[in-house]
């Protein structure tokens, strides 16, 4: 009963939350609509409004204006009303960060939140030097701890090779099938691969010092997804994110798309593997022909995005380009960690890519292609956009989306220094990019967990969490991966979720703590030590809200569960 009481008790705070300008808040379309329906009914009914956008639900009270005297006083008030809202409004959009906004905007988005000290650190060491070491992340050493908890995972130290060998479907023998059993034993080692990729992850965003390598780490494997439900990915999934993506994830664009199309774990998932020239003595099953997925996905999600540069013809030759990139055995001096290229499987014809006719034959075609991609302006665009669109806010200003795009194209793919552009330009501390992101269930469970300074002893129930709030590690279904978009984050059932886990993880509930420890991550969940941690992010209708609880847990809680912490 005090857990359901403590529950309603943090849904009737919160409801007082929302006029912030956050995820709460009702759109301007919907707050006219509401005024114009309350200005000019005669018969004014009771309304449930829900905001389709943002999940809140709200009752208005019974009405009955019968005259236009009353009418008229009522569209005064409301226009009173409404003005104030407005003025409101423009003040948080115009007013400009303070100082220690803008340390604290810049750790909550090159990091995945600050710990207790880290906001008073930056502000010591300045804006510019903190840029500089996330930057550089391997002049930054992990702590001891960290790396014990990683060398326990026996199998994230695997390549794509070594995990098919130990782990990957037995092959019966002649004149046997594989039984249930059989079937059950190939499902419970992936699922051992998967979940020990899952705390790799969880225990690095955690732990690490490298925090925007992290969140980079993040980026890209989203950027491009592989679905570890697909066939063999499940067995591959951790391996692409260590082989692929952690390497390249501030390094040069060109090495990590190389990186990503000729890893095991993409080509299984785009089913590029049977990619087969139609004319091939070897097009047979299951290499049955030419397959068009990766080719799309590569055009209009990997590099030149929504451009309408190319067009189905494009779509075939990149696809005829990229016959016989498979995976298995070395087949050439070319193949290694399970890719391989079959030269009879290829097509030898004549490609023209782009309006150009490729110079190179065999393999080298892929890498001519790949680095024509690279280097077109719709793909120096589309991917500053994403990036944009991950560290400012859902729609970024178009300039800073040129001059980062500039500066990918003069530096060559160099995506340290596209993002050292953004983190340096004015957009990036603008007042409309305070707070303007929504945190998605990873980021938001793991900067819950920062807040503490504290060490867990198991981040299993964190990965469990993250699926329980509907983004389970590594099986995002479509290739382009996770929403960011915080519409597809936020709903009812989902906000009341992550209240269910605030309250949850401030009493002490999961299993996280060592005894010793419970009592200092308790303190750290406290309002005040929040407020500190925070750099006073939360408002005072938050501070209003923490304060009518019953109980120093509930209030921290409310700010936990509160639009200045979801947001970043």
Known sequence: ?????????????????????????????ELISVFLDFIWCNNFIPTRYHSCRFGLTFRVAHFKVTSMRKR????????????????SAANTFCADLTPQQKVLHLVNRLSFGPIPGEVERVTGMGIASYIDEQLAPDSL?????????????????????????????????????IDTKGLM?????????????????????????????????????????????????????????????RPNALGNFEDILLAVVKHPAMLIYLENWKNTDPASPKAKEPFSGLDETFSTV?????????????????????????????????????????????????????????????????????????????????????????????????????????????????????????????????????????????????HYVVSSIRATGVSVQDVSPLVGMTQLL????????????YSTDRTDWITPRAVNARIH??????????PLFSDTDAATAKNALMPDTLEKTYAGAFTQRTRKAAAITSTKEEAGAVLLASPAFMNY
Not at 78 to 86: D, E, G, R
Request: glycine content about 6%.
């Open 1 to 29: 009963m005090s857990q359901k009481r403590s529950l309603n008790t943090l849904r009737s705070c919160l409801f007082f939350v929302p006029c912030q300008k956050t995820f709460y808040s009702l759109s301007l379309i």
């Open 72 to 87: 008229f006083c009522i569209w005064v008030w409301a226009s009173i009303v409404f003005a104030a809202c407005i003025a």
């Open 141 to 177: 050493d992990e702590s001891p701890e960290l790396e014990f908890h990683l060398k326990s995972l026996k199998t994230t130290s695997l390549d794509a090779v070594e995990l098919f060998r130990a782990y990957g479907p037995k092959k019966p023998k002649t004149g046997e099938r």
């Open 185 to 245: 034993e190939n499902r419970a080692r992936a699922g051992m691969i998967m979940l020990e990729a899952s705390l790799d992850k969880m225990w690095r965003a955690l732990m690490s010092r490298r925090q925007l390598q992290e969140v980079m780490v993040d980026f890209w494997y989203n950027y491009f997804n592989v679905d570890a439900s697909h066939g063999l990915t499940r067995l591959w999934a951790g391996a692409y994110l260590a082989e692929a993506i």
């Open 298 to 442: 590569l055009l209009s999600m990997f590099t030149l995005g929504d451009s309408p540069v190319f067009n189905k013809d494009d779509i075939e030759n990149v696809a005829r380009v990229f016959t016989g990139w498979t995976v298995g055995a070395q087949k050439s001096r070319q193949g290694n960690n399970g890719f391989a290229f079959d030269l009879d499987r290829h097509d030898h014809g004549e490609k023209i890519v782009l309006g150009k006719t490729l110079t190179t034959k065999g393999i080298e075609e892929g890498s001519e292609v790949l680095k024509m991609l690279v280097q077109h302006d719709a793909t120096a665009h589309h991917v500053c956009l994403k990036l944009a669109q991950r560290f400012v806010s859902d729609s970024p200003p178009s300039g800073l989306i040129e001059r980062m795009a500039r500066v990918f194209s003069e530096s060559k793919g160099d995506i340290a220094e596209v993002l050292r552009t953004m983190f340096t330009a004015s957009e990036f501390y603008s007042p409309k990019a305070w707070q303007a992101k929504i945190k998605t269930p990873f």
């Open 470 to 481: 509907n983004m389970p590690l590594f099986f995002a279904p479509d290739p382009d991966g």
């Open 501 to 510: 886990y605030c309250l949850d993880l401030c009493v002490m509930k999961l």
